[in-house]
């Protein structure tokens, strides 16, 4: 625990409420202290353990025995201002050092930009996807008709039309036979 110079501290030590407080010893640094001992800084109650002001020399490990059996410890380093302020310098330049530069490298990447097949060929990426999506439909339509068409033949007839080198016009008219068939299904 860090504390600094000049401050209280006060230590309790854990007690049952039907354990005698006069049973407490406190050990300071390896030196035993008895209950009620008072000096101008220093008051070691049975249970509590108060030390005003702090200085250097009190930093160590406080303990508390009831019975010869360690009810409760703790370890205290006292500090000065300055070493306080100098730390809290330290722990500010290492944020500054190291997680800023890893911030500014996460949002000036394109981490939060669309994919960039959005990109090149809309202005807005919210167009871009939605006919990314239409597209995908149209596909998925497309694969559904042929399915009725052609039922299982569906893969023979692709591997046929992959061989077969077909212009615009042909392909077009082959689309519009397809959508006349379908059409002529709905009547």
């Known amino acids: 625990m860090l504390i600094l110079e000049g401050q209280w501290l006060t230590l309790r030590c854990a007690l049952k409420k039907d354990e005698d407080k006069n049973q407490t010893v406190w050990v300071v640094n390896g030196n035993t202290i008895e209950p009620n001992y008072y000096e101008w800084r220093i008051k070691a109650e049975a249970d509590m353990f108060e030390v005003f002001p702090t200085v250097l020399d009190d930093a160590g490990i406080f303990e508390c025995l009831y019975e010869d059996q360690l009810r409760g410890f703790a370890n205290i380093t006292i500090v000065t201002r300055w070493a306080a302020i100098w730390m809290g310098y330290q722990n500010y330049m290492t944020v500054m050092c190291v997680f800023l530069p890893l911030w500014v490298a996460l949002l000036g990447s394109n981490f939060f930009a669309p994919p960039p097949k959005f990109k090149k060929k809309h202005g807005k990426w919210g167009d871009a996807y939605i006919e990314h999506r239409l597209n995908d439909n149209v596909s998925k339509a497309k694969e559904s ?39 002529d299904g709905c009547r």
């Open 145 to 183: 008709i042929a399915r009725k068409k052609f039922g299982d033949d569906l893969e023979k007839q692709k591997e046929f039309l992959l061989r077969s080198q077909y212009g615009p016009a042909e392909t077009a008219a082959i689309n519009r036979r397809i959508i006349q068939t379908i059409l």
